[in-house]
């Protein structure tokens, strides 16, 4: 979802009170321009937001974005989780890519991964979805009416994976 959308579900005391998960983040924007995000949600909303950084462990309360025109993933470290960083071909014309790190996170992670798909263009997260309903995990995509471009939410709407079609100011409480 664009800038806006991350702002909004950050800044939801919803969200923060029960943040009890790592989150991590493919928002499609050129490298620098994510940290620059990252930097002002964190000041914003007091949260643990950065960009991941190549094995770091993943804790609950973290909010991770993948670095600007690279893509993030997640592997298992012990009984947790760390970030991956690395420079694949871009995937839908994407990197990062949330089709990249929504196959992670399934392959990792199994039926405990909640994707979230937000307003944005084309197609990227679809295959990741379908990836992540085969291993038993849930997903939440945006109404197409609270959507500035519903290409992205729309895909996986149409093609009968979301587990809930929400407007923005839902997802927080969801979440």
Do not use: Y
Not at 39 to 57: F, T, W
């Amino acid at each position: 979802g664009g800038p806006a959308a991350l702002a909004m579900l950050v800044e939801a005391k919803e969200l923060q009170s029960n943040l009890h998960a790592p989150i991590v983040i493919a928002q499609h924007m050129p490298a620098l321009f994510t940290k620059h995000l990252a930097d002002r949600l964190a000041h914003d909303s007091g949260l643990d937001i950065a960009e991941v950084r190549e094995g770091e462990v993943l804790r609950p309360g973290m909010i991770r974005f993948a670095p600007g025109g690279r893509h993030a993933a997640v592997r298992r470290v012990g009984g947790g989780l760390a970030g991956v960083v690395h420079d694949g071909p871009p995937v839908n014309s994407c990197r990062p890519s949330a089709d990249v790190l929504f196959a992670a996170a399934a392959e990792t992670a199994k039926r405990h991964v909640l994707a979230v798909v937000l307003t944005g263009m084309g197609h990227d997260g679809l295959d990741g979805c379908r990836a992540i309903r085969e291993k038993g995990g849930r997903i939440l995509a945006q109404d197409e009416a609270t959507s500035l471009i519903w290409g992205m939410p729309g895909s996986v709407v149409k093609e009968g994976l979301a587990d809930q079609v929400l407007p923005l100011e839902q997802f927080p409480a969801r979440m």
